[in-house]
């Protein structure tokens, strides 16, 4: 019975919004962010007390004051390491963390990637606008090398990381790929997060309107899009253009771009998506694809697998040497072999 | 002849014994497994583990000399000695770090076998001190044990490594039998801890019997020792390390409050046994997170708290640095969580297996911003327990992190502890906020506490964070009458904490001339000479800090009553400039900084010394 109550809870993203104000820029990536995840949540299974967002600083961690859901806003970088120890102490809740890439990348670089190695159950939104926003534009880690911004403005001489890269390299579990403009498949990625058991990533391209206007405009408008971004989809063939007339080959370890109206190509020769893939070569070659001129950006889940999560092996542990020594109590604690008695 | 080698059995009050080798020589395990079998047979202790941070330095050298101190007796002790009565020196580097210690007319026993020209070139001495009659002060037993303990083990099969490791059991044979101790408790120790390795188990068994056995055939002692089991309280007793009562300390805590344990740490010297002694705890439900940094740490250690675990953090002053922007975190959003510091010599790594307090400003005023957080300080190992659940109390109950400094001295040190049972040690309430109607995050109750919601509770959902927050409602508030009122109200909500702590306690005349004032590890030390001082017939009282932050609310009028206030600290004097600054008042103070803990005599001079001359009055 009480499943058929739980059942019966169906919410809509109205649900999902809170009381407060939206304090974000007129027309910045954010509000889509927000709109699509509100949109998404009633279909994640998930009772909203349940779920908590955990947000460091920056722009987009704002984010949790505006879900109806339980929320903490905690300090520059730490959100994965408060988030990591609540889910450790409390492995029923979902808890999600809304970053962007300087709160992530820099100042939280070593906890995301201890997040991702641990493969602690949290769902990392990433919104990457490769610019500090609230800091009222110096250059990120995940600038291009040369960008001019008020902290170099001659230029910029570090190179940025690739956070898709970033994260298989510190062997998240699921790695992917959206961004702001495109609200289905915005929505699609965060229900897989919301699925997936184990470090959930997603690189979130968002567009600051106000320090880094069209960083992404040539994957988001329209006239560029199709020609511009490969969808990822599992065990489809890498197809790609207005007119699915492109595809993708392996070339040794280097991706190419095939026409398949040519009459040489067909799609039989594109490469085959498995998101699965128990190696991570692939899903590191679709990481880096656009180190290549002339490449498509991949959007879409790059990789999925499944492995115990640092919380589950937790509970495992507790369990089972509870189960071989029982359940301590202060008598045992302190009464142990190594005492004696003063009469 | 058999009168001559019969021994004379000699009882002592109180002895003082100091094992010093080489860092790999196993000097720490000796030392704890004779302070482990001298508190089973009765005695009152106190121990000294002085080890450098080196874990191998190389073999000879000065800088790897690893030493372990006990003063064991059969009255109360309240110190690990001031001078040993005996120094056991397993190699000359040893000797030479260590002689200057020993007292005049003290036995020393050297082993021999190390004393070869290298060793000495190394420990630059130009003569085997030894044989060349410079230390006709002490009583110098020289004992080749190294090649006693090969021959003991000549047919055991093991390499010659392996044996010569064993030779700090052959030592721990010899002291056992000149201080009339029994080698069950080792020896089942060793069964315990090498059971799996039997060659090992054998060997170390074998070996400490030799040691044994010489002492008793050798013509080498004339004179056994034994020393009656102190008067100690009627009860349970086991020794006990100021780090691992801690670890109890918040098992119990969790126990008591029924919430489960977590802590969030990063290994660091002096404070990782609490890691390791809590990360055995399974099956109490603790949870230990070893996090990848110092903010990790504590920041999961929030996350915890704001789940609903108590919740601590474990670490060392270069780690109380890093963590401090977490800590204000916890200020602002009105969680509760325990951070714990065993301070060590600082600044920066400083010495980091040396004991200092210099750390109490960080405590009371290192964050950015107004940030109150009640600092409380330990005063001996077993005391951590009880201030472990203290802390745990105060933070529970107050919805606010608190500090909890110990020390390097107190954390390694250890004393017989008479174990509380459990209906002995009060429940620590805890209450979740789940009533949907009468809500708001930062509405407070009486003791100004804001409800602590677990998420999962259905219909609260809200949002906490670091911006300042709004007066009840707890949305972000950038008004400035708002942030004057919320700055005071956290500060008046710690300050509060005065009123439901213990006064602080006046030993002896309770008022006078002089006040002994101290906080933390120098509890002992001062203890011991204040005693001394009125056994001389001098009046002088004393009280000890348990509460830092806020004071107790008598401190200010309990410092009124002595014309003299001294303070001996192991810093530059800061909790004599607290005291300065809150109460208008001028303490004498007295400070060290050594790495070293203080010895009672330097504080029993010095307190004759401000008593008026050596004379006293």
Same mark, same amino acid.
């Given at each position: 019975?009480?499943?058929?109550?739980?059942?019966?809870?169906?919410?809509?993203?109205?649900?999902?919004?809170?009381?407060?104000?939206?304090?974000?820029?007129?027309?910045?990536?954010?509000?889509?962010?927000?709109?699509?995840?509100?949109?998404?949540?009633?279909?994640?299974?998930?009772?909203?007390?349940?779920?908590?967002?955990?947000?460091?600083?920056?722009?987009?961690?704002?984010?949790?004051?505006?879900?109806?859901?339980?929320?903490?806003?905690?300090?520059?970088?730490?959100?994965?390491?408060?988030?990591?120890?609540?889910?450790?102490?409390?492995?029923?809740?979902?808890?999600?963390?809304?970053?962007?890439?300087?709160?992530?990348?820099?100042?939280?670089?070593?906890?995301?990637?201890?997040?991702?190695?641990?493969?602690?159950?949290?769902?990392?939104?990433?919104?990457?606008?490769?610019?500090?926003?609230?800091?009222?534009?110096?250059?990120?880690?995940?600038?291009?090398?040369?960008?001019?911004?008020?902290?170099?403005?001659?230029?910029?001489?570090?190179?940025?990381?690739?956070?898709?890269?970033?994260?298989?390299?510190?062997?998240?579990?699921?790695?992917?790929?959206?961004?702001?403009?495109?609200?289905?498949?915005?929505?699609?990625?965060?229900?897989?997060?919301?699925?997936?058991?184990?470090?959930?990533?997603?690189?979130?391209?968002?567009?600051?309107?106000?320090?880094?206007?069209?960083?992404?405009?040539?994957?988001?408008?329209?006239?560029?899009?199709?020609?511009?971004?490969?969808?990822?989809?599992?065990?489809?063939?890498?197809?790609?253009?207005?007119?699915?007339?492109?595809?993708?080959?392996?070339?040794?370890?280097?991706?190419?771009?095939?026409?398949?109206?040519?009459?040489?190509?067909?799609?039989?020769?594109?490469?085959?998506?498995?998101?699965?893939?128990?190696?991570?070569?692939?899903?590191?070659?679709?990481?880096?694809?656009?180190?290549?001129?002339?490449?498509?950006?991949?959007?879409?889940?790059?990789?999925?697998?499944?492995?115990?999560?640092?919380?589950?092996?937790v509970e495992r542990q507790i369990k089972h040497i509870t189960e071989k020594k029982g359940e301590g109590t202060i008598e045992n604690l302190l009464f142990t072999e190594n005492t004696w008695e003063v009469n | 002849m058999a009168q001559e080698t019969e021994k004379e059995i000699l009882d002592l009050s109180d002895v003082t014994i100091r094992f010093a080798g080489d860092s790999g020589d196993g000097m720490q395990l000796t030392g704890s497994q004779f302070s482990d079998t001298t508190a089973l047979v009765g005695n009152d202790l106190g121990t000294l583990p002085d080890y450098p941070a080196e874990i191998r330095a190389p073999a000879g050298t000065l800088y790897g000399v690893s030493g372990f101190q006990l003063h064991f007796s059969s009255s109360d002790v309240h110190t690990p000695g001031d001078t040993p009565d005996v120094l056991i020196a397993m190699n000359p580097a040893a000797l030479k770090i260590n002689l200057k210690d020993l007292k005049e007319g003290g036995m020393l026993i050297a082993n021999s076998d190390s004393f070869d020209a290298k060793n000495l070139k190394m420990a630059g001495y130009n003569n085997n001190p030894l044989e060349d009659g410079s230390l006709s002060r002490y009583k110098l037993v020289s004992i080749p044990i190294t090649s006693l303990t090969s021959n003991a083990l000549k047919d055991s099969g093991l390499s010659i490594k392996e044996i010569t490791r064993s030779k700090n059991f052959f030592t721990l044979g010899i002291t056992y039998w000149l201080f009339n101790r029994p080698i069950e408790p080792t020896l089942n120790w060793i069964e315990s801890k090498f059971g799996k390795n039997k060659a090992i188990a054998d060997a170390n068994t074998t070996v400490l019997k030799a040691g044994y056995y010489f002492g008793e055939n050798?013509?080498?002692?004339?004179?056994?020792?034994?020393?009656?089991?102190?008067?100690?309280?009627?009860?349970?007793?086991?020794?006990?390390?100021?780090?691992?009562?801690?670890?109890?300390?918040?098992?119990?805590?969790?126990?008591?409050?029924?919430?489960?344990?977590?802590?969030?740490?990063?290994?660091?010297?002096?404070?990782?046994?609490?890691?390791?002694?809590?990360?055995?705890?399974?099956?109490?439900?603790?949870?230990?997170?070893?996090?990848? !940094?110092?903010?990790?740490? @504590?920041?999961?250690?929030? #996350?915890? &708290?704001?789940?609903?675990? %108590? $919740?601590?953090? /474990?670490? *060392?002053?270069?780690?109380?640095?890093?963590?401090?922007?977490?800590?204000?975190?916890?200020?602002?959003?009105?969680?509760?969580?325990?951070?714990?510091?065993?301070?060590?010599?600082?600044?920066?790594?400083?010495?980091?297996?040396?004991?200092?307090?210099? !750390?109490?400003?960080?405590? @009371?005023?290192?964050?950015? #911003?107004? &940030?109150?957080?009640?600092? %409380? $300080?330990?005063? /001996?190992? *077993?005391?951590?327990?009880?201030?472990?659940?203290?802390?745990?109390?105060?933070?529970?109950?107050?919805?606010?992190?608190?500090?909890?400094?110990?020390?390097?001295?107190?954390?390694?040190?250890?004393?017989?502890?008479?174990?509380?049972?459990?209906?002995?040690?009060?429940?620590?309430?805890?209450?979740?906020?789940?009533?949907?109607?009468?809500?708001?995050?930062?509405?407070?109750?009486?003791?100004?506490?804001?409800?602590?919601?677990?998420?999962?509770?259905?219909?609260?959902?809200?949002?906490?964070?670091?911006?300042?927050?709004?007066?009840?409602?707890g949305n972000v508030s950038y008004d400035p009458d708002n942030h004057d009122f919320m700055v005071r109200m956290r500060a008046n909500k710690i300050k509060n904490i005065e009123n439901d702590i213990p006064d602080l306690e006046v030993k002896y005349e309770q008022e006078g001339d002089l006040l002994v004032l101290g906080w933390g590890g120098t509890y002992g030390a001062i203890t011991e000479a204040v005693i001394k001082v009125r056994a001389q017939g001098k009046k002088v009282s004393q009280a000890h800090l348990k509460y830092l932050f806020p004071f107790s609310k008598n401190t200010g009028e309990v410092l009124k009553r002595f014309k003299k206030i001294f303070i001996p600290e192991i810093n530059l004097g800061q909790l004599t400039t607290i005291i300065r600054s809150e109460f208008l008042i001028a303490p004498i103070s007295f400070t060290k900084i050594k790495g070293l803990p203080f010895k009672s005599s330097e504080i029993q001079n010095k307190i004759l010394e401000v008593l008026g001359g050596s004379n006293g009055k």
């Open positions: 019975m009480a499943n058929n109550i739980d059942a019966q809870i169906k919410y809509t993203a109205k649900d999902f919004t809170s009381n407060q104000d939206v304090r974000w820029c007129p027309g910045c990536g954010d509000y889509s962010i927000l709109a699509q995840v509100q949109r998404s949540f009633p279909d994640i299974g998930k009772k909203k007390e349940e779920i908590v967002f955990i947000s460091g600083i920056g722009c987009s961690s704002r984010f949790p004051y505006y879900m109806d859901t339980y929320g903490f806003h905690s300090i520059h970088g730490r959100a994965a390491a408060i988030a990591s120890g609540l889910k450790i102490a409390r492995p029923e809740l979902s808890v999600w963390v809304a970053t962007g890439d300087g709160d992530l990348m820099s100042i939280g670089g070593n906890h995301f990637i201890h997040t991702c190695r641990k493969n602690i159950d949290l769902k990392i939104l990433m919104f990457n606008n490769r610019i500090y926003g609230l800091t009222k534009g110096q250059y990120s880690p995940t600038s291009e090398k040369g960008k001019v911004t008020k902290s170099t403005p001659y230029g910029s001489v570090d190179y940025p990381f690739n956070p898709l890269s970033l994260a298989l390299g510190a062997e998240a579990s699921f790695v992917a790929r959206t961004l702001d403009r495109d609200p289905k498949h915005l929505q699609e990625m965060v229900k897989r997060a919301a699925e997936h058991k184990g470090t959930a990533f997603i690189e979130i391209y968002q567009n600051c309107n106000i320090f880094n206007d069209g960083a992404f405009s040539i994957l988001t408008e329209k006239e560029t899009k199709a020609d511009n971004v490969l969808v990822l989809e599992h065990g489809k063939p890498m197809v790609y253009g207005k007119e699915n007339d492109k595809g993708i080959k392996l070339n040794g370890f280097t991706p190419v771009v095939i026409d398949l109206k040519d009459g040489k190509n067909s799609i039989n020769d594109c490469l085959v998506h498995d998101e699965k893939d128990p190696d991570a070569i692939r899903a590191f070659i679709l990481a880096h694809m656009t180190d290549h001129a002339g490449m498509p950006t991949p959007i879409g889940v790059v990789r999925q697998i499944f492995k115990e999560t640092y919380d589950e092996g | 050798t013509e080498l002692f004339t004179t056994r020792y034994t020393v009656e089991p102190a008067q100690l309280q009627k009860g349970v007793y086991r020794n006990i390390s100021g780090n691992e009562a801690i670890a109890l300390g918040f098992v119990t805590a969790s126990k008591k409050s029924g919430l489960p344990l977590f802590l969030g740490s990063y290994p660091i010297t002096p404070a990782s046994d609490i890691l390791h002694f809590l990360s055995g705890f399974k099956n109490y439900g603790v949870k230990t997170f070893q996090a990848e !940094d110092e903010i990790a740490g @504590i920041a999961s250690a929030i #996350g915890a &708290s704001y789940g609903g675990a %108590l $919740a601590i953090t /474990t670490t *060392s002053g270069p780690g109380m640095a890093l963590k401090t922007e977490a800590m204000g975190l916890a200020v602002m959003t009105e969680l509760p969580l325990v951070i714990i510091n065993i301070q060590r010599g600082g600044p920066s790594t400083g010495l980091p297996t040396k004991t200092e307090q210099a !750390d109490l400003f960080q405590a @009371i005023y290192g964050r950015n #911003g107004e &940030s109150p957080i009640p600092v %409380l $300080a330990t005063s /001996t190992p *077993s005391d951590c327990f009880n201030m472990s659940l203290e802390a745990a109390r105060i933070a529970l109950k107050y919805m606010t992190p608190v500090i909890l400094l110990s020390d390097g001295y107190i954390a390694n040190g250890t004393e017989p502890w008479k174990l509380p049972h459990e209906n002995e040690i009060p429940e620590i309430p805890v209450h979740f906020w789940t009533d949907k109607e009468n809500f708001a995050p930062y509405k407070r109750d009486e003791n100004l506490s804001r409800p602590w919601v677990k998420p999962g509770t259905p219909g609260l959902e809200h949002r906490i964070g670091g911006l300042e927050k709004a007066h009840i409602t």
